[in-house]
């Protein structure tokens, strides 16, 4: 587990643009993992920008999504569809064909689960995951209590996060209740995971993520098992580590 405390959110961004672009150029058939969110905003632009601007290449890249709500069309804004061709795929020269995001509209989600982790095997496995993290310790849609051996599959989200995402949407009848998600054993499966946080509103889940024992009542301590993970986080999100000056922060110790 590589820990790397970064000054701010856009230097953090940076590191990690820096990273999934190396990934890239060293490989430009990498199967990259993505995840949502507003903590990889800043990282999307970057690699628009890398792609305008110095021909990062995504052409053969092949990329799957952590997770989808269930009942939301891909064109609602709210879908993690939208949020993903609106922020990153349509800016860049991926193949859509090699785009994968689970589909929260299939008829049949078990199937569909078993296909999305057989894509995932005939793709080669992921080379690079790019995972965020809940205040409440998530990885994708897999909240506390979530096997740590779990793979893709559907989620009842929690009631506090079916409130949390009320504010989104228009119509009540349209907040989701239930969501896709990568679980916990497909993550682990990545070659190299690369997790970002951001702000003090992490700083408890990342302490439990980086100091705590590994429990699935806080699924992303499961990074502490693999052997190439490397966490990118802000200052604000390291001030509950009490190991934070090992890591690296740039500031005096008091
Ligand atoms: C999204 C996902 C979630 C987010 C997490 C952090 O695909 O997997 O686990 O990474 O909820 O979200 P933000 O970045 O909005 O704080």
């Known amino acids: 587990m ?30 990259i993992g993505f995840a949502t969110g507003s903590t990889p905003k800043r990282l999307y632009e970057l690699l628009i920008q890398e792609h305008d601007e110095r021909g990062l290449d995504f052409s053969k890249v092949t990329t ?35 785009v994968h995001i689970p589909h929260g509209m299939a008829d ?4 569909f689960c078993a296909w999305y982790e057989e894509q995932i ?12 993290i809940g205040a ?23 009631e506090k996060t079916v409130k949390d995402n009320a504010r989104f ?10 969501a896709i998600t990568m679980g916990i054993g497909t993550i682990m499966e990545a070659d190299r995971l690369l997790l970002v946080a951001s702000g003090e509103r992490k700083a408890q889940a990342i302490r439990n993520t980086l100091e705590g024992p590994v429990t699935a009542m806080c699924p992303a301590t499961i990074v502490q098992l693999h052997q190439h993970s490397h966490i990118i986080i802000d200052k604000d999100a390291a001030t509950a ?6 890591h690296g922060i740039a500031e005096p110790k008091e």
């Open 2 to 31: 590589l820990v790397e405390v970064i000054d701010t959110y856009e230097l953090m961004s940076q590191r990690a643009a820096e990273i999934v672009a190396e990934q890239v150029h060293r490989k430009p058939t990498s199967v």
């Open 64 to 98: 799957f999504n952590l997770d989808e709500y269930v009942g939301l069309p891909p064109k609602h804004d709210q879908s993690y569809h939208y949020y993903m061709w609106e922020n990153l795929f349509n800016h860049i020269d991926v193949n859509p064909s090699n």
């Open 108 to 111: 049949d989600i078990d199937h």
């Open 121 to 132: 095997e005939a793709a080669g496995g992921i080379d690079l995951q790019i995972l965020g």
């Open 136 to 158: 409440n310790g998530h990885l994708a849609f897999n909240e506390p209590g979530s096997s740590l051996g779990s793979r893709t599959r559907i989620k009842t989200l929690t």
């Open 169 to 178: 949407f228009d119509d009540p009848d349209m907040v989701p209740e239930y």
């Open 241 to 246: 580590l009490d190991y934070r000056h090992h």
